[in-house]
């Protein structure tokens, strides 16, 4: 209860800080986009929690701001569909989302055009904000953290890495591009490149060639379910402990110990946050997580999480639900919540990326990496 | 390398065959494009995944799946296909009403399960592999393997040496003069949606086995490629399934052994078209007069 107490004090502090208080005034309705059904639905689910309790914490003192979830069920179709119904019923002022990256890439052009501030809590792809200006993301892109990933596998001697990746999803292509740009940087050398589909259970056949060729290390760009399938596979096929797995940031998920049990562990992947981060602000909001929804939050719901408090503090400043002014309220930021410092760069991206911490997967759950 | 390749190949083919087995049987024989298929499937692993939850052991999980996806499939070919077969409709009716009826069910599901990949609990059948000279399978692969073969089998028998066999001919043949000559149609239309209900539910548990993921539209992932292997092997055509879903998976594990990764799907479906170009009735399959 007393940790409630400290969240809740937290919250009002910021809200008071953030938002003027114009009780009387109609609360400013903002749109959160993201898969709920499908099997990519655990990512929508934890940042519709992340979303909806920061929510909690902004309103405690009168309803400031009226939030409606559309589910996109992991589709570029959905993800446009979910928006215009958003945009067009709901007369949204702002949109949260949506999860894929392959999904943003698709809606973004939607919702720029019609001058709605879309921020993407998840989609980490290269080439994001490109789509335009109304785009904004506070997900640090793959291109900050999978370089930290790196640096650490080299540091426990690694000198030769094959990679593998999801070839039909934006997001896991794209963080296979920057994992062979950071592995060539690091002084890696790429022995060879093998690709697959993200809905493949089968992966017996480029792992037996990889094998084959003894690397060091395996770096994997996929989404944590074709993830934990192809780490099941290579145990079933005898990879063992010599060989260093490397995740992108699709493997950030506590699902991959629990798909993936102990085939996992020995897995490192780079994290712009942890759940075991000792400052205050992080473990008030781990405990009213906690507290709402009696389980742990992951990286998603962090991002979500703060990303709501940003969008917030932006409508205070905008002073009304005009869209153009939360865009100019955006460009303002300067917060600090969960994932640490947080202001956008010119290109409307995250600005800095000294939170990255990297993890091992160690008995099904992860662990600071040693 | 190339024995392990040669290996998964087999193995992978095994899965897709399993698949097939009951699919060809609706397909082909009840000549009904039946989509639920993929949904019988699912409900295998899943009533497995709850058996063996409830500390029932592999032994007891596969025949209660495979029984109640028999049961399903008998249901849900009544609700949906005894009006189509009444009135007479095409292909392409009994094609739009399972699919729509795959999408609400698979959804259900999803909406009361949740979308997570499940595990069967590690307990149930090792997962270690077994090395002969270098070489590793697990002893799910090999069951997946031994059923296939052996399944196949036990349905070539049913179908052409069985006087039910007899009678499911007869159906397929002419369901009109079947019915003149005292066949119960309905009956053996509900005989042949429970044996292929059986055999999706029993593949169902053994691929969520062997590849240790259960959930909702593991059944969809699998539709495509058992498409691929039931035309390749021609329409109905049991022991076609069987040499068709072993060639597509060797296909390709070798495209992505030794070609590239990316071009494994590219490879496997030119080969359908080809075989389609070449020899429409399939494979193994003899030309057959177009039923009017």
């Known amino acids: ?370 | 390398m190339l024995p392990q390749q040669l290996v998964n190949g087999v193995l992978l083919g095994a899965t897709y065959a399993l698949f097939a087995l009951g699919f060809t049987l609706m397909f082909g024989v009840l000549r009904v494009i039946n989509l639920t298929y993929g949904f019988y499937f699912t409900a295998g692993a899943f009533v497995a995944w709850f058996v063996t939850r409830a500390g029932g052991g592999l032994w007891l999980a596969l025949p209660a799946a495979a029984l109640a996806s028999g049961v399903i499939a008998v249901v849900v070919d009544a609700l949906l296909l005894t009006r189509l077969r009444r009135a007479r409709a095409d292909e392409l009716a009994s094609l739009m009403v399972t699919l729509g009826a795959v999408l609400a069910l698979y959804a259900a599901l999803a909406a009361l399960l949740g979308p997570d990949i499940r595990r069967l609990p590690p307990a149930v059948l090792g997962n270690e592999a077994i090395s002969l000279d270098g070489v590793r399978v697990t002893q799910a692969q090999l069951l997946i393997l031994g059923a296939s073969v052996v399944l196949a089998g036990g349905l070539v028998w049913l179908v052409r040496f069985s006087r039910l066999g007899l009678a499911i001919r007869a159906v397929a043949e002419n369901p009109d003069a079947a019915g003149l000559m005292g066949i119960d149609t309905a009956r053996v239309a509900a005989l042949v949606s429970f044996v292929s209900g059986t055999l999706a539910g029993a593949g169902g548990v053994l691929i969520g086995l062997a590849f240790n993921a259960i959930h909702p539209y593991m059944g969809e992932a699998m539709m495509l490629r058992g498409f691929v292997v039931v035309i390749l092997g021609g329409l109905g055509d049991i022991f076609g399934a069987l040499v068709a879903g072993l060639l597509l998976g060797v296909i390709e594990v070798l495209t992505a052994g030794y070609l590239a990764s990316g071009l494994k799907e590219a490879v496997a479906f030119a080969i359908l078209v080809l075989v389609l170009w070449t020899r429409p009735a399939g494979l193994f399959g003899r030309p057959v007069a177009r039923r009017v």
Do not use: C
Request: charged share 20%; aromatic share 6%; hydrophobic share 45%.
């Open chain 1, 1 to 370: 209860m007393r940790r409630r107490d400290v969240t809740r004090a937290l919250a009002a502090l910021t809200v008071a800080a953030a938002l003027p208080a114009r009780a009387q005034d109609a609360p400013v309705r903002v749109g959160l986009v993201a898969i709920l059904s499908g099997p990519n639905a655990a990512y929508g689910t934890a940042i519709r929690a992340g979303v909806e309790l920061a929510l909690d914490q902004v309103n405690t003192k009168g309803k400031r701001i009226a939030l409606t979830v559309a589910d996109s069920g992991g589709t570029k179709d959905g993800a446009i569909n979910a928006a215009r119904i958003l945009i067009g019923r709901d007369k949204v002022a702002a949109i949260i989302g949506p999860t894929l990256s392959n999904e943003m890439f698709a809606m973004g052009p939607v919702t720029n055009g019609r001058g709605i501030p879309t921020i993407g809590t998840s989609t980490t792809a290269n080439g994001i904000t490109d789509i335009g200006p109304f785009i904004f993301r506070t997900a640090l892109p793959e291109a900050d953290v999978i370089p930290v990933t790196m640096k650490k596998a080299v540091s426990r001697g690694v000198k030769t890495i094959a990679l593998m990746y999801a070839n039909d999803d934006a997001f896991s292509k794209s963080g296979f591009e920057v994992m062979q740009s950071a592995a060539t940087a690091a002084g890696l050398k790429i022995l060879t490149t093998e690709s697959f589909g993200s809905k493949d259970t089968d992966f017996s056949a480029q792992l037996t060639k990889i094998k084959a060729l003894k690397p060091d290390a395996v770096g994997i760009s996929a989404l944590v379910e074709p993830v934990s399938g192809v780490l099941l596979q290579a145990r079933q096929l005898g990879f063992g402990t010599e060989t260093l797995f490397i995740g992108g940031n699709g493997s950030n998920s506590p699902k991959l110990g629990q798909i993936a049990g102990a085939a996992a562990d020995g897995l490192i992947v780079g994290s712009p946050w942890f759940i075991g981060k000792p400052d205050p602000a992080n473990q008030a909001f781990v405990a009213a997580f906690r507290a709402k929804y009696n389980r742990d939050p992951d990286q998603f719901a962090a991002q979500a999480y703060d990303t709501l408090f940003i969008l917030a503090a932006a409508i205070a400043h905008a002073g009304n639900a005009d869209p153009e002014r939360i865009r100019n309220g955006l460009l303002r930021t300067d917060y600090t919540g969960v994932m640490g410092p947080f202001r956008f760069d010119a290109k409307r991206n995250p600005a800095s990326a000294e939170g990255v911490v990297v993890l091992e997967m160690h008995g099904g759950t992860f662990r600071i990496a040693p």
